[in-house]
């Protein structure tokens, strides 16, 4: 038997599973902070409710101990209940360790172990020194999922499965947070919507609609937890997306609240374009959102169109991945720029990707949603710059061999260079079904 199982009660896996909802009011909004829930429980009854509103404000324990007070509840002898360990350092706000001893909370029960290495146990350390009981459900980075029939469901307490269960969904609550806090770089994910044969669209061009429109609600609920979204030129070009957030509803989790009195960050737009071929006219560039555009060009773009765009929005001039130049193409031989095939200038044109995912870091931005065709896919996933897939499959077969692919590039040379997946999950949304994955590095 795991004898974390010995601490835990139904009670303290049912209030747990209540600060992960509440965990999620906070998805979009705490950016470049987690998302944290907490509950505070008396005697039996719960007395305290909180969570972390936004970057800067009171942490969740805060807000549980401050509701527990706003009702009249004294927190002393009480059990607090948290999604992830308490913060023992200052920042922006004081320690809550300190405001938690403070209170005189006599147990804590706690989802996930705070990521960053530097910190990671010490609140924990401080909390037990201090005489309050401290048990943890796990690792903020665990290896893989709770699958059933797999050895947590084997085991003989009832309530082994749903504390892996509950662990697990504590640490996916910030694994973007969790993977920047650790890397300085923004968590990728590779959002694609294909055939079954894996096609995005017919040779020329039509992808509207290859998915339902419950599949493409879906996609809007991951642009609403992303702090960015990056597409490459083509799709710009093809397609003139807004990149913007259609769904209006921010609801997490089995709690109903209002949001509409909560200003929730916008979405970044990131388009690469390397010789500045995004139109005046474009909606990204256009439209009422202009200021949160960022075109990324290259040195090689003519200067002309880099200073027009750059009247209108951000532009980014970033170093082009070393490749061996291998095809001329019109900007560099002096042909017609609105003739030239992209893919006639792959080797030119290649934006180094590794730098810009660290420079993205480096301004806060925790996940990069990536919607990108075939070959901008392809640069992250074989790039090895992606931690996670999000492909959406139609029950359709498009077939041609001049059709988009959801991947291309160049692609793995050999069998043992494919990209392995892992923690992998499918959702029916029907009539479509939903690939969620880690990508291993």
Not at 67 to 93: F, I, M, S, W
Not at 395 to 403: E, T, V
Request: with cysteine; proline share 6%.
């Amino acid at each position: 038997m795991d004898k974390r199982l010995k601490f835990f009660s139904r009670s303290d896996l049912r209030h747990l599973r209540l600060a992960i909802d509440l965990a999620r009011r906070g998805c979009s909004l705490t950016s470049p902070n987690p998302m944290v829930g907490a509950v505070l429980v008396k005697g039996g009854k719960t007395i305290g409710r909180g969570w972390h509103r936004r970057a800067g404000g009171p942490h969740a324990e805060i807000e549980a101990l401050r509701d527990a007070q706003k009702h009249g509840h004294n927190p002393r002898g009480a059990t607090l209940y948290v999604t992830l360990e308490p913060c023992c350092t200052h920042g922006r706000t004081p320690p809550c360790t300190d405001a938690i001893i403070a209170a005189g909370i006599k147990r804590m029960v706690v989802g996930a172990t705070d990521p960053n290495p530097k910190h990671s146990g010490r609140a924990f350390k401080i909390l037990k020194h201090a005489g309050i009981e401290v048990t943890a459900l796990g690792s903020s980075v665990p290896s893989t999922s709770p699958s059933i029939g797999g050895p947590a469901t084997r085991r003989r307490d009832a309530g082994a499965p749903r504390t892996d269960a509950l662990a697990y969904e504590c640490t996916r609550l910030n694994e973007a947070f969790n993977h920047w806090i650790v890397h300085r770089t923004p968590f990728v994910i590779v959002k694609a919507a294909m055939t079954l044969d894996g096609k995005i669209a017919t040779a020329g061009g039509e992808s509207k609609w290859i998915t339902g429109e419950k599949a493409r609600a879906h996609g809007m609920i991951l642009r609403q937890g992303s702090d960015a979204i990056l597409v490459g030129i083509n799709t710009i070009l093809a397609d003139d997306p807004s990149l913007t957030e259609r769904g209006k509803s921010r609801n997490r989790g089995n709690i109903e609240h209002s949001t509409s009195d909560i200003q929730h960050p916008k979405l970044r737009r990131i388009v690469l374009d390397s010789m500045a071929r995004t139109p005046l006219v474009a909606k990204v560039v256009s439209d009422e959102f202009v200021a949160l555009t960022t075109i990324v060009v290259s040195k090689y773009a003519p200067k002309n169109r880099v200073a027009a765009l750059a009247k209108r929005v951000n532009v980014i001039v970033a170093p082009l991945k070393k490749t061996e130049r291998v095809t001329p193409c019109a900007p560099f031989s002096g042909g017609n720029t609105r003739s030239w095939r992209a893919e006639d200038c792959a080797p030119y044109q290649q934006i180094d990707l590794r730098w810009l995912v660290r420079k993205l870091g480096a301004e806060n931005i925790t996940s990069l949603l990536v919607e990108g065709g075939g070959e901008v896919n392809a640069s992250f996933l074989l790039g090895g710059l992606a931690q996670r897939v999000v492909f959406f499959y139609a029950p359709k077969i498009l077939g041609g061999r001049d059709s988009l692919k959801a991947v291309a590039g160049e692609g793995a040379r050999s069998l043992a260079e494919v990209i392995q997946l892992r923690d992998v999950e499918w959702k029916r949304i029907e009539p479509d079904w939903l690939l969620t994955a880690r990508v291993i590095p």
